[in-house]
């Protein structure tokens, strides 16, 4: 459950907010105004990315990663398949974003219901 907003307290752990992603051709996020400052601000100090069943190709939001996500930063993709998570992780590699990339071995039901996030983000 979730009982505060990471843009009221700048002390805590950011894990939040989830962002829907626009699709390559819009030019705009479907959120409000507010919840963008807020990322843009926030993305400097991630430290974990997980990426879910993102194609890695909308060029607003990466253009944001490559220049305000820290370069060593931990980025888990999870796709239909391990295949498919690699292709996401090249994309953002070629864009130009650093890191240390991963990619999950199944697909999104078994990252589930193994609990592989509660690891991911634990570690």
């Given amino acids: 459950m979730i009982n505060h907003r990471p843009d009221l307290d700048p002390s805590g752990p950011k894990v939040f907010p989830a962002l829907a992603i626009p ?12 919840h963008q400052k807020t990322l843009e601000r926030c993305v400097p100090e991630v430290t974990k990315m997980l990426v879910i069943g993102w194609r890695a190709t909308e060029r607003r939001f990466i253009d944001l990663l490559c220049e305000k996500l820290p370069p060593d930063v931990r ?42 996030a509660e690891s991911f983000l634990r570690s």
């Fill in 23 to 34: 699709v390559e051709t819009k030019q705009d996020y479907e959120c409000p105004l507010e």
């Fill in 75 to 116: 980025i888990m993709t999870v796709a239909e398949n391990q295949s498919e998570a690699a292709k996401s992780n090249q994309r953002l590699q070629e864009a130009g974003i650093r890191g240390r990339f991963q990619e999950a071995n199944f697909g999104f039901s078994g990252y589930v219901v193994g609990r592989m």
